[in-house]
């Protein structure tokens, strides 16, 4: 395998720093940058005495000067609390920071695949979701800021590829879940784990039929990799989560019992906009990746449940308010 560099943005966050563990271990020179906005060092902590591996702060809406062969583009808050603290700089993070990547993708002939999400749907009326599907998305309301965002940037990732021939990859990620989420971070499954592991009430939204899809990360790493040095010819977007359902309930009862926790489900107000149901159509990513999830919820939340009873909770600063 031809050893390259490779920048990771957003590298110390949760998805991120797995692709950089990957990357390092494969023996690629990563540089991995970061604002620590909803992340912290810990995270790739393990990997500042490899000599590949180079951590530098940095903005991503602000340009950067690099020279690379591959550019994994992962900054952005990924949970609704985080990037509805501050909508715009959201919304600056995905646009700006994809115009960045972009025209550093332009200037190297690098390749760079883009951490799109299943939010480009809204509150999908297809079902599952396909990757012609194109989506119902409340351009107005509190969700925005990241859907928008997040569809511009696949914009500019297509425009610069047909204009400009910048050799482009996105994936349109579906809930993941795994060890490395920030504890405060407000996702369901963080939330619900740390609730559970404290005995304390768990937050349902809504009546908790509202559904989605859970994929391991480690599960979801392996296709991005797969995604990024697959043919030129299938740039995507494509599909990445796991395929079975479950309602908020489901997962909450299952957390509960997994923990063999005392806490009692507490109904809260249900989010604006948040999505009805949520389930991904991979059979892009089964014929051209030959991929597909392994890891059942249960094993997946099991290891996560392990990280958590691990963690100092003091350690970890609540990145906003909202979780
Ligand atoms: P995360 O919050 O743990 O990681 C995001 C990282 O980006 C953090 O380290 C954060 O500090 C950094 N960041 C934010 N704004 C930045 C900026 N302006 N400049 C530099 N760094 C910045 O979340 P995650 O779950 O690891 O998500 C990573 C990517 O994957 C995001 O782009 C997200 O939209 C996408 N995604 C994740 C999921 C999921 O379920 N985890 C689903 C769909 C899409
Ligand atoms: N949710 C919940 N309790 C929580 C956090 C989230 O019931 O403490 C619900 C939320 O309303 C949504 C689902 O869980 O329906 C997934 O929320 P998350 O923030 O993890 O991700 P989303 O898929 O909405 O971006």
Redesign the pocket.
């Known amino acids: 395998m031809k050893l390259r560099r490779i920048l990771v943005?957003?590298?110390?966050?949760?998805?991120?720093?797995h692709i950089c563990d990957r990357l390092v271990n494969e023996g690629h020179d990563v540089i991995c940058?970061?604002?620590?906005?909803?992340?912290q060092k810990s995270?790739v902590a393990h990997l500042l005495g490899r000599p590949n591996f180079e951590l530098v702060r940095?903005?991503?809406?602000h340009p950067l000067w690099l020279e690379v062969d591959e550019i994994y583009?992962?900054?952005?808050?990924?949970?609704p609390g985080?990037y509805q603290y501050n909508p715009i700089?959201t919304m600056?993070?995905s646009v700006m920071?994809a115009i960045n990547v972009l025209g550093m993708a332009k200037r190297c002939r690098a390749k760079v695949l883009q951490?799109?999400?299943?939010?480009v749907y809204g509150d999908p009326t297809e079902h599952p979701q396909r990757e012609t599907y194109r989506g119902n998305v409340n351009p107005i309301g509190p969700r925005a800021c990241?859907d928008e965002g997040?569809r511009a940037a696949e914009t500019l990732f297509f425009d610069y590829h047909r204009s400009n021939r910048v050799n482009i990859r996105v994936v349109?990620?579906?809930?993941?879940?795994g060890p490395?989420?920030?504890p405060f971070?407000g996702?369901v499954v963080s939330n619900f784990i740390r609730q559970a592991l404290h005995n304390e009430d768990i937050t349902l939204y809504g009546d908790g039929t509202q559904s989605r899809s859970f994929?391991f990360v480690d599960d979801l790493v392996d296709g991005i990799i797969r995604m990024m040095n697959g043919p030129d010819t299938f740039v995507g977007p494509v599909n990445l989560g796991n395929p079975v359902e479950y309602s908020m309930k489901e997962l909450a009862e299952q957390i509960i019992s997994l923990t063999n926790s005392k806490s009692r489900i507490t109904f809260k107000p249900m989010p604006e906009d948040d999505p009805r149901q949520r389930q991904p159509d991979i059979t892009l990513a089964r014929r051209h990746l030959g991929w597909e999830p392994r890891i059942a919820l249960k094993d997946g939340l099991s290891r996560t449940i392990d990280y958590f009873s691990k963690l100092n909770l003091d350690h970890f600063r609540p990145?906003t308010p909202n979780f």
Do not use: Q, W
């Open positions: 943005t957003g590298g110390a966050g949760f998805l991120g720093s940058v970061d604002n620590f906005f909803t992340s995270n940095h903005d991503v809406t583009n992962a900054a952005c808050p990924a949970a985080h700089k600056k993070t920071g951490f799109s999400t299943s939010e990241y997040k349109r990620i579906f809930n993941t879940y490395r989420m920030h971070d996702r994929c990145p």
